[in-house]
């Protein structure tokens, strides 16, 4: 059997070209940037095309050679500060200056596949089999999911989610938090752009390279900020983060998926909150539910919930009531 090095769909054959997408092997990378497909990875991964990059980190199709498996595998490549001559798998820094900054780039990569590797057995988070330093940069070796972020998602089918698929977002991301905050650590980034749709209509949490142990109070944390979605807290060094912060994000990304409308940025909302309920925007929303995702929005942190569980159970109460009215 051969496989695809873009799809990842095996086939039975001997020729280059795909049957699925028509993919051939021996084309050349998309950018020069990107490590040549074909090439092995820790002497265990085949590298394919790639699924997406951004500011620092590119994402690529693999074949785990090992479990005859496919898997995506995520390179730390800071934009800006590394770079990779061609048809070579090395990256060096552009600047001896920026040498510390990269080293500690590195360093925060891979925390990230520890903070993921912690939670394999939860379903709604995306996995993660290996991470390691190769190339003098790292990789953290992750599950394929096939399918969409949200935010594509929602462009796609009609820019507003049913109830019944607000739903199931909801409670998959609230499962995935729980466990999270259940060992101190805040995800940060919860939005459309880090939730996936599987093409089985699973949901999983991805990209936890923000997610940090919760600080202790006026500890001093890094800013990172999602626009529209992270809430005020986030926006200061000192600001008291915690679960409330990432139920914030959560309760955002719910208000952009019912009612279509991006949500106003938190910090905006602090010199004047005209935010719309969303059973004003979408009729099939309760007032019950409604009252639970603008909770979930408020602007102080003492006004929102403070854990998941408590935000559940509101849910489920919401979600009897509008049926028995």
């Known amino acids: 059997m051969a496989h695809c090095?873009?799809?990842?769909?095996?086939?039975?054959?001997?020729?280059?070209?795909?049957?699925?997408?028509?993919?051939?092997?021996?084309l050349p990378p998309a950018a020069c940037?990107?490590?040549w497909p074909g090439a092995v990875l820790h002497g265990r991964y085949e590298i394919g095309t790639v699924i997406g990059s951004g500011g620092f980190g590119i994402t690529y199709h693999a074949w785990d050679l090992y479990q005859n498996m496919p898997v995506a595998i995520k390179?730390?490549?800071?934009?800006?500060?590394?770079?990779?001559?061609?048809?070579s798998m090395a990256i060096r820094t552009c600047?001896?200056?920026?040498?510390?900054?990269?080293?500690?780039?590195?360093?925060?990569?891979?925390?990230?596949?520890?903070?993921?590797?912690?939670?394999?057995?939860?379903?709604?988070?995306?996995?993660v089999y290996d991470f390691f330093e190769e190339n003098n940069t790292a990789y953290i070796i992750m599950e394929l999911l096939r399918g969409e972020n949200l935010s594509d998602y929602m462009i796609r089918t009609g820019n507003v989610a049913s109830l019944d698929m607000a739903m199931n977002i909801l409670f998959s991301v609230i499962e995935s938090l729980e466990e999270i905050h259940k060992i101190g650590m805040i995800h940060r980034?919860?939005?459309?752009?880090?939730?996936?749709?599987?093409?089985?209509?699973?949901?999983?949490?991805?990209?936890?390279?923000?997610?940090?142990?919760?600080?202790?109070?006026?500890?001093s944390v890094s800013i990172v900020i999602k626009p529209n979605y992270a809430p005020p807290e986030q926006f200061n060094r000192t600001g008291r983060q915690g679960p409330w912060s990432d139920i914030y994000?959560?309760?955002?990304t719910i208000y952009r998926i019912l009612t279509g409308c991006i949500p106003p940025e938190s910090v905006s909302r602090?010199?004047?909150?005209?935010?719309?309920?969303?059973?004003?925007?979408?009729?099939?929303?309760?007032?019950?539910?409604?009252?639970?995702?603008?909770?979930?929005?408020?602007?102080?942190?003492?006004?929102?919930?403070?854990?998941?569980?408590?935000?559940?159970?509101?849910?489920?109460?919401a979600t009897t009531r509008a049926i028995n009215s």
Do not use: W
Request: glycine share 6%.
């Open 75 to 87: 390179e730390y490549y800071p934009q800006g500060m590394a770079n990779r001559a061609i048809n």
């Open 189 to 219: 980034d919860i939005s459309p752009d880090n939730i996936f749709i599987c093409s089985d209509m699973t949901v999983k949490l991805i990209d936890f390279g923000a997610a940090r142990n919760q600080p202790d109070e006026n500890a």
């Open 33 to 35: 940037h990107h490590i």
């Open 270 to 317: 602090v010199l004047e909150d005209d935010i719309k309920p969303v059973s004003s925007v979408n009729a099939f929303v309760s007032m019950e539910l409604d009252s639970v995702i603008m909770k979930c929005m408020a602007l102080r942190i003492e006004d929102r919930y403070q854990d998941v569980a408590s935000l559940r159970n509101d849910i489920l109460d």
């Open 95 to 127: 600047e001896v200056g920026k040498m510390s900054s990269y080293s500690k780039g590195i360093e925060r990569f891979l925390e990230e596949g520890r903070s993921l590797m912690k939670f394999n057995h939860v379903p709604s988070i995306v996995r």
């Open 5 to 26: 090095l873009n799809c990842l769909y095996e086939y039975n054959g001997i020729g280059n070209t795909c049957p699925y997408c028509g993919y051939s092997r021996g």
């Open 249 to 252: 994000a959560l309760g955002a």
